[in-house]
């Protein structure tokens, strides 16, 4: 006969089984830097032309009117698989793992938030608000793009640091991500939507509550989901709000409870999209996006208000809102710091989480649609801040102490 803790440890096994596939080593990080590499080798040689065709040119024959090129299909159509994996995640996270109780939330929560908030500040303090051109968007418009964390970057890092560090920060990483992921979705929900569209939002909202309503049902079958997810999809694509969104809502409806085979529907669906999202997925994403021109680049290049502002968000901004808020947690008694990390490792961690490469590069195409040269920019600063921030990152925990 089951025991009544048997579900859950089933959960906590699979969930772990699924961690040390997508984040036990420095595969998918590494994977992701060498399509940075190759899509700025490609940006910057004389395959330059036939980069930017293949990625930005009009397919022949496009299935969406709203998707005419290969690079609309990356960003609008896989990335939603990558942010139903991050959907999927957080749920499972918010019920049964690192955020299912107040007192584990506290600290992560903080530094997650103190992490966004001071990248914001830092770069608007040195970006301004003034339209670089008279006709021009405001650089205004790209304060969120210093305030994401990559994860895939970040871990990877972090086990190329070598072993014996602190097993706490790691997991205090993933869960700092976790939060970090749910913010950038709100923003990009919030922030980075254009007009609204009535009728494909009230169709979106419709096929959701369908979702919802499976699973108070308790229907367990993935068939039953991921035709109205697609659906979810295509609504939220043309409705205004960014077609990613989609993906976290779409996830928040897949059942965690375990059926009577003993089997958890987004258990497996996570473990099925995982290894896809984070080696394939994104890198593909990397290899589409980074991808900028440095011909004639000189350092004065990396000085302008854009760049400065995002590379000067990531390498000191998250530094002093995460480890600042680590520190005042402490201090207050509000939260103590993760077990055996010492203040070195916790500096280390901090400055890892300064490398935006994804979500940043994302949040960029997004804060100026209208206006490629300050894609560019931010492109640059985005490359410039991760860079500096994983090699201090790096450094730091390569001759912390060990256990």
């Known amino acids: ?44 040689s004389g395959l330059a ?31 939603a698989v990558f942010f139903f994996v991050v959907g999927l995640e957080i749920k499972r996270e918010v019920l049964d793992g690192e955020l299912a109780s107040a007192a584990r939330r506290r600290l992560p929560i903080v530094a997650a938030i103190a992490g966004m908030a001071a990248p914001a500040l ?19 418009n790209g304060w969120a793009i210093p305030a994401a964390t990559d994860i895939a970057f970040a871990v990877g890092i972090l086990a190329l640091a070598g072993k014996g560090l602190p097993p706490s920060l790691r997991l205090f990483l993933l869960t700092v991500a976790i939060v970090d992921d749910l ?17 494909w939002m009230g169709a979106a909202l419709a096929v959701l509550l369908v979702m919802v309503l499976l699973n108070r049902w308790r229907v ?58 984070a080696y394939l997925i994104v890198p593909l994403f990397g290899f589409a ?7 004639g680049t000189s350092f004065a290049a990396f000085a302008a208000p854009l760049p400065l502002a995002v590379t000067a968000g990531l390498f000191a901004g998250k530094q002093l809102g995460i480890f600042g808020a680590i520190l005042l947690a402490e201090r207050s008694g509000f939260a103590p710091r993760p077990a055996g990390a010492s203040w070195l490792h916790l500096w280390g961690l901090s400055a890892l989480c300064g490398i935006g490469f994804t979500m940043s590069l994302f949040i960029g195409a997004l ?25 201090l990152g790096f450094a730091v925990l390569r001759f912390a102490p060990r256990n």
């Open 367 to 391: 804060a100026f649609p209208a206006a490629p040269a300050l894609v560019e920019e931010a492109k640059l600063g985005v490359l410039a801040g991760s860079l500096l921030a994983g090699l």
């Open 49 to 79: 032309h036939g980069y930017h065709a293949v990625l930005h040119d009009p397919l022949v024959w496009t299935p969406i009117a709203a998707l005419p090129s290969l690079h609309h299909w990356i960003n609008d159509a896989l990335m």
């Open 122 to 140: 830092v770069y608007l303090v040195l970006a301004g608000s003034g339209a670089p051109l008279s006709d021009g968007p405001s650089l205004s």
């Open 220 to 277: 367990f079958s993935g068939w039953a989901y991921a035709p109205l997810a697609v659906l979810l999809w295509l609504c939220v694509l043309h409705s205004g709000v960014h077609a990613t969104v989609a993906g976290v809502l779409a996830a928040f409806t897949i059942p965690l409870a375990i059926n009577r085979k003993g089997d958890s529907l987004l258990l497996r669906m996570e473990h099925s999209l995982v290894p896809w999202s």
């Open 183 to 199: 913010g950038a979705v709100a923003i990009i929900a919030l922030f980075y939507t254009s007009s609204i569209s009535a009728a």
């Open 1 to 44: 006969m089951q025991s009544p803790n048997t579900p859950r440890r089933l959960t906590t096994r699979m969930a772990t089984a699924m961690l040390q596939l997508a984040h036990g080593d420095a595969g998918a990080g590494l994977i992701l830097l060498s399509a940075a590499i190759a899509a700025l080798v490609a940006a910057n």
């Open 289 to 295: 996006n980074a991808g900028v021109s440095l011909a």
